[in-house]
Nanobody, 114 residues
């Protein structure tokens, strides 16, 4: 499985970005799909998880601001990020699990200026 993340960039606080994660395989083949982030000097943390039963869960820090969506025809998942805060600055990664194995994309940098 190959994952290509994109859509990061520099944005002012309060702005929005939409991250994309294009997969080489159908998103229906995955047990779950996740967006993670890692800020400098911090551990990687889960931002959003989409499970095979269609449920999307979010970290408390992003609930009500970030939204997960999919485009099955394009084998792509998205993370729409609204009302961005400086503390959202991090490298964002997409990850999928397929038959017990985890795959990661290369990460995309999101920088939110105050």
């Amino acid at each position: 499985v190959q994952l290509q993340a994109s859509g990061g960039g520099l944005v002012q606080a309060g702005g929005s970005l939409r991250l994309s994660c294009a997969s080489s395989e159908s998103i229906y083949s995955f047990d779950h799909i996740g967006w993670y982030r890692q800020a400098p000097g911090k551990q990687r943390e889960l931002v959003s998880m989409f499970t095979s039963d269609g449920r999307a869960d979010y970290a408390d820090s992003v609930k009500g601001r970030f939204y997960f969506s999919t485009d099955v025809a394009k084998n792509t998942v998205y993370l729409k990020m609204n009302s961005l805060k400086p503390e959202d600055t991090a490298v964002y990664y997409c990850s999928v699990q397929q038959t017990g194995r985890e795959y990661w994309g290369q990460g995309t940098q999101v920088t939110v200026s105050s």
